[in-house]
T-cell receptor, first 116, second 115 residues
Framework: AQKITQTQPGMFVQEKEAVTLDCTYDTSDQSYGLFWYKQPSSGEMIFLIYQGSYDEQNATEGRYSLNFQKARKSANLVISASQLGDSAMYFCAMREGTYNFNKFYFGSGTKLNVKP | DTEVTQTPKHLVMGMTNKKSLKCEQHMGHRAMYWYKQKAKKPPELMFVYSYEKLSINESVPSRFSPECPNSSLLNLHLHALQPEDSALYLC??????????????FGDGTRLSIL
């Protein structure tokens, strides 16, 4: 089974609007971390935001927030006030807390296009 | 600027050549990673080094040979590659253990083309 599922291959959003990128995960670990990365066309993977399995509050970092619904095993990324520079691939990733601690599982990614 | 530095940024090589990719970090991280990424796909884990020892090899062909000479450096030696090995090669580093909130920090990658 896929550890991380991103069901939206591509998304369009109008500049200045908010957009939600979906991510669901599968793990039997109680302790795990969820990460979102942005990858512009230039190639670098930029860490955006983190949510821990024990965190009771949704993570926020500037215009990025993570809508964490533990019972549904979802960790959606919300980008508020989209900017043209937000156009990129976005990957959701998970690290499990026990075995293979250093192994990240990546989803297939969502290509976001911000329209002017 | 990223804190993980990869060189070269671009590499074109023939199938009989031998070349090396280099990765350097000075964040005190003791876990380092090599990933291969094809266009429009997620990164695929190749190798993980933990405390300079190989801890994960994801069944990578022997034409890829990793090396971790010290805690700051990670190399990937390439020999007799195939055209399908053309990809973006990403290096990353992270804390080994501790809180699971530690992200992996990535370099800008090396774009490799095999002729």
């Amino acid at each position: 089974a896929q550890k991380i599922t991103q069901t939206q291959p591509g998304m369009f959003v109008q500049e200045k609007e908010a957009v939600t990128l979906d991510c669901t995960y599968d793990t039997s670990d109680q302790s795990y971390g969820l990460f979102w990365y942005k990858q512009p066309s230039s190639g670098e993977m930029i860490f955006l935001i983190y949510q821990g399995s024990y965190d009771e509050q949704n993570a926020t970092e500037g215009r990025y927030s993570l809508n964490f619904q533990k019972a549904r095993k979802s960790a959606n990324l919300v980008i508020s006030a989209s900017q043209l520079g937000d156009s990129a691939m976005y990957f959701c990733a998970m690290r499990e807390g026990t075995y293979n601690f250093n192994k990240f599982y990546f989803g297939s990614g969502t290509k976001l296009n911000v329209k002017p | 600027d990223t804190e993980v530095t990869q060189t070269p940024k671009h590499l074109v090589m023939g199938m009989t050549n031998k070349k090396s990719l280099k990765c350097e970090q000075h964040m005190g991280h003791r876990a380092m990673y090599w990933y291969k990424q094809k266009a429009k796909k997620p990164p695929e884990l190749m190798f993980v080094y933990s405390y300079e020892k190989l801890s994960i090899n994801e069944s990578v062909p022997s034409r890829f040979s990793p090396e971790c000479p010290n805690s700051s450096l990670l190399n990937l030696h390439l020999h007799a590659l195939q055209p399908e090995d053309s990809a973006l090669y990403l290096c990353a580093s992270s804390q080994v253990r501790g809180s699971s909130n530690q992200p992996q920090h990535f370099g800008d990658g090396t774009r490799l083309s095999i002729l």
